[in-house]
C-alpha cells in the first residue's frame, strides 16, 4: 500500500511476481451475514487497539513480492510472515486468532473500489480478499474489523452511481456481527480528505451530501447512522470546512520530512514525528482524533523514494505504546466520539502487515512475535468472547 492521511501516495501498481513460501492463495470467501460463526466480540477494554490491514498479498503473477522480477524477500529475509504470505482464509483465520489473542481489539481493513469495466491494476479485484476471508472466518467473533474506504487514485470512486453501490456494500458489510461499533454506531474512515475534497470538485457541500447518503443508506437498511472519520496528516491540523461533514479525524501512516540516505534514520525520528502530530489535535483539534502509532517505515524493497527508519527494539517499541496510551488518558479530544462528547479511546496501529513498506506487526521470521508482545504488554489481552462495549 502507501503511508495514507496527507502523506504522499505511492499507490499499489508498482510491485509484481511470486515465491515460495506458505500459506493458502489468494480466498474469495463470501461477503454474506447469512449463517455467520460466533457472536459480536468484548470490547470492555479502556483503550481499543485497531490495526491498520493491507489485503494486498496474491499469488498470481505478477504481485508485491517481487520488483522487477526479482524476490525483494531474499535480501530482507527478516519480513517473511509466519502467518501466510497470501491473503487466503487460512491466513487470516490465523491472523484473528493471533492478534485477539495478543491484545488487539480490531482490524481497520483497507478497501478498494474496483469497477469490472476498468482495469486498476493486474488482479486488482483481490484487494478485497482480506474483508472478505475476515466475514467467512470461524474465528470472526474473537475480535472486531472495521473498513477504511482507500480513495486515492485510481481507486477513487468516479461516479454517484458508484457511490451509491460502495455504500450500499459497506453497510452490508456493517450488518456482521463483528463489525466494529462504538457508542452503537459502526465506525468507516475514508482514507484521505484532501483526495476527497479534490473527488467532489473542492466543494464542501458534496463531500456533505456524499457522506450523508451513505448514513441514509445506512439507515434505510436498519443500520445505526455510522461514524464517519478521515485521514488526515499528522504535520499539521486539519480544520475548519473541510473536516465539519466527518465525526472525527485519523492517520494511516505519515513520514517525517527529511531527505532520503543509505542509512535509516532512528526509529526515534519516526515515533517522535508522530507523537508531536497527536499532541497537535489534542490541542486545538476540530473534531476528536484517533492517534497511529508507526510500527515501523523502511520501504526500500519497493524503491520508494522516501526516507527510511530502523525498525523498533523491542524496548522503543513499548516506549511508543506506553506513549500513545498517556497521551489518550490525557486528552479528551482523542479517541472515537460517544454520544455524550467524550470519546472511546482507540488507537491505530501502521500496519498488521505492510511487508514492503516496513509497518509490520504480523509474525515475521525476524522479530517474530515481539510486536504482538508489547502490544499485550501494554494494553493486555482481549476479554473473553460475549459482551457489549
Known amino acids: 500500500m502507501v503511508s495514507g492521511g496527507w502523506a504522499a501516495c505511492r499507490g499499489c501498481a508498482v510491485l509484481s511476481v511470486v515465491l515460495l513460501v506458505a500459506a493458502a492463495g489468494a480466498g474469495r470467501g463470501s461477503a454474506v451475514t447469512k449463517g455467520l460463526p460466533g457472536r459480536a466480540p468484548a470490547l470492555h477494554k479502556d483503550i481499543l487497539v485497531g490495526i491498520h490491514y493491507f489485503s494486498g498479498w496474491w499469488p498470481e503473477q505478477p504481485n508485491k513480492w517481487t520488483l522487477n522480477g526479482q524476490d525483494w524477500r531474499l535480501e530482507y529475509p527478516g519480513r517473511v510472515p509466519l502467518l501466510g504470505a497470501f491473503n487466503g482464509q487460512a491466513t487470516m483465520d490465523r491472523e484473528i486468532e493471533a492478534a485477539s489473542r495478543y491484545g488487539v481489539d480490531y482490524f481497520q481493513i483497507l478497501w478498494y473500489y474496483n469497477d469490472p469495466k476498468v482495469a486498476k491494476e493486474p488482479h486488482a479485484d483481490q484487494l478485497n480478499n482480506g474483508l472478505r476471508c475476515f466475514m467467512a472466518s470461524r474465528n470472526s467473533s474473537l475480535m472486531a474489523f472495521t473498513i477504511e474506504v482507500v480513495n486515492h487514485a485510481p481507486f477513487d470512486i ?55 447518503h451513505l448514513r441514509q443508506v445506512a439507515r434505510e437498511a436498519g443500520v445505526p447512522s455510522p461514524l464517519i ?81 530502523e525498525m523498533p527494539t523491542a524496548r522503543e517499541w513499548r516506549d511508543a505504546l506506553e506513549r500513545v496510551r498517556r497521551a489518550l488518558a490525557g486528552s479528551p479530544k482523542l479517541g472515537i466520539p460517544l454520544p455524550d462528547g467524550s470519546t472511546r479511546k482507540s488507537l491505530l496501529i501502521y500496519s498488521w502487515n505492510e511487508f514492503g513498506e516496513g509497518g509490520i506487526v504480523a509474525p515475521t521470521k525476524g522479530p517474530r512475535y515481539r510486536m504482538l508482545e508489547g502490544i499485550r504488554a501494554v494494553f493486555g489481552p482481549r476479554p473473553k468472547r460475549g459482551g457489549a462495549m
Request: aromatic share 14%.
Open 158 to 212: 468516479p461516479t454517484d452511481d458508484a457511490w451509491d453501490a460502495s455504500c450500499r456494500e459497506w453497510v452490508r458489510c456493517m450488518k456482521h456481527p463483528s463489525y466494529l461499533r462504538v457508542g452503537g454506531r459502526p465506525v468507516i474512515k475514508i482514507h484521505g480528505l484532501e483526495w476527497f475534497l479534490r473527488q467532489n470538485d473542492g466543494d464542501n457541500r458534496k463531500v456533505a451530501a456524499k457522506l450523508e
Open 229 to 309: 472519520s478521515v485521514g488526515v496528516g499528522a504535520g499539521g491540523v486539519a480544520s475548519g470546512p473541510p473536516v465539519e461533514p466527518y465525526d472525527f479525524m485519523a492517520t494511516y501512516m505519515d513520514v517525517p520530512p527529511l531527505d532520503q540516505r543509505a542509512e535509516p534514520y532512528p526509529y526515534a525520528k519516526l515515533i517522535d514525528w508522530a507523537e508531536a502530530g497527536w499532541r497537535r489535535y489534542a490541542a486545538s483539534a476540530d473534531r476528536p482524533y484517533v492517534p497511529y502509532v508507526p510500527a515501523g517505515w523502511d520501504p526500500r524493497p519497493w524503491h520508494d523514494p522516501r526516507p527510511s527508519f
